[in-house]
């Protein structure tokens, strides 16, 4: 009998993922896992949290214990990076050794920094993608009296918080007139605006940033369009992501914001799959394509993956979740809205603990909940109920949502 052998380009947590499921889906032919960074998979969001201000040890990023791999006869290859996909022979050559053979072929090459022109990574300009870089960022935090963020997105807020709580001295510039304004619409960006400022962040909007240099002796130099120049310490570049789907264009894949995929993660090739940053999915629940940078996905995907590459026919509908913490603001958002969809809140957006709903064509798309921890599901299931509302009710906080 042959055994399969199914391939993971990717070790981070979708990648680590997939091959947990088609264990625990019990798979018993080989698996590879094969990623370009030294580190064994691990999770993304303590790196602008937990990690980078000190309150996680290093241990407790990792998606799962050194010795899980070899317990669980998974071949992970580290420092190893995919260079080709050939469809035709079912093989991926790699930077070291002979090509990898497979049946079945993942892909969870997830996405890096976008880069901003002039100020990449080698230029000594601070970017937070991988743990390498919020351990620069710690080492920075501790020597640094002011620096610089390009970008107040969700990231560039989080490493603020962490840059106040360590007493650095933080100007974030960004083009919109809100961080985030285009996500949450004014009111609700409006409050994580408040909060940095509250705590002491100089907040820079409606201004872009016309160029940045970078000196390893005397520090960074931020220049904005108009003339202005901010002198820094250091500059932290956090404008986005961009899906690594390079290797699935040259292997002839449909690439289009990220690799399509049907609902069931399956690519235009059956025997190829997506999953993670990089999957652009059908979702039955949404009724439409959708690609998005969450933790969340790239935990929940891989078990609908793995169960269709055993032959089964599972697919992914759900909502995307996402969540922050910054200062004393904890946040989770589930669901999905246009920037221009109708925001409705209840609660205290001053405190702030409050909730806020994104609807379209009267009904609730989407919905966050800021320091309020047991409404979540009540808010998912008025998501799927998919009914238009009463907006009078449901910004009254004494009404159930059950009831709006
Ligand atoms: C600092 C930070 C904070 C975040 N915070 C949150 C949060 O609070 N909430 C939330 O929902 N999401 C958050 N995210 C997003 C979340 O971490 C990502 O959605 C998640 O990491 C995606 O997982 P993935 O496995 O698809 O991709 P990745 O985590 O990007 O892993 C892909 C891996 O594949 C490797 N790779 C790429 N190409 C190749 C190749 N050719 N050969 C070999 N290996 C390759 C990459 O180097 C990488 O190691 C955060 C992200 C960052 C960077």
Not at 181 to 191: E, F, H, M, P
Not at 217 to 237: C, H, N, P, Q, Y
């Amino acid at each position: 009998m042959t055994v399969s052998k199914f391939v993971i380009i990717g070790a981070g947590l979708a990648g680590a993922k997939t091959a947990q499921a088609l264990r625990d889906k019990g798979f018993d032919g080989q698996i590879v896992v094969i990623g370009d960074e030294v580190e064994r998979p691990y999770e993304r969001p303590p790196l602008s949290k937990e990690y980078l201000t000190g309150k996680a040890e290093r241990d407790s990023v990792f998606v799962h214990d050194a010795a899980w791999y070899a317990e669980h006869d998974v071949d992970l290859r580290t420092d190893t990076v995919v260079t080709g996909i050939d469809r035709v022979s079912k093989t991926v050559s790699v930077s070291d050794g002979d090509p990898v053979a497979y049946d079945k072929l993942v892909l969870a090459t997830g996405s890096r920094s976008r880069e901003f022109p002039g100020a990449g990574r080698d230029t000594g300009a601070y970017y937070l993608r991988r743990l390498e870089d919020s351990d620069r960022l710690r080492e920075l935090f501790r020597v640094a009296r002011k620096i610089v963020l390009v970008g107040g997105g969700w990231i560039g807020l989080e490493v603020a918080a962490a840059a106040r709580g360590a007493g650095v001295e933080v100007v974030i510039v960004e083009p919109e007139e809100l961080p985030l304004i285009r996500i949450l619409g004014r009111r609700v960006a409006q409050v994580f605006a408040d909060l940095q400022v509250r705590h002491g962040v100089e907040l820079r909007t409606g201004v872009k940033v016309a160029a940045v240099e970078v000196d390893a002796g005397s520090g960074a130099l931020v220049r904005l369009e108009g003339g202005e120049t901010i002198a820094a310490d250091a500059v932290v570049i956090g404008i986005g992501a961009v899906p690594n789907t390079e290797l699935a264009e040259a292997a002839g894949l449909s690439v289009s914001n990220g690799v399509e995929v049907d609902a069931g993660l399956r690519t235009s090739d059956p025997d190829v799959f997506a999953v993670g940053d990089i999957a652009n999915a059908e979702n039955p629940a949404l009724g439409r394509r959708i690609r998005v940078e969450h933790w969340a996905n790239a935990l929940n995907q891989p078990a609908v993956a793995a169960a269709n590459m055993l032959g089964g026919d599972e697919v992914y509908q759900r909502l995307p979740y996402f969540y922050t913490d910054q200062y004393e603001l904890g946040m989770e958002y589930v669901g999905y809205a246009d920037g221009d969809a109708d925001v409705v809140t209840r609660g205290d957006l001053a405190k702030p603990e409050f909730l806020a709903f994104w609807l379209e064509d009267g009904k609730v798309v989407a919905g966050m909940n800021v320091n309020i921890w047991d409404q979540g599901d009540a808010i998912k299931a008025l998501i799927a109920s998919g009914r238009v509302v009463d907006q009078a009710k449901l910004a009254d906080p004494d009404v159930s949502l059950a009831d709006v």
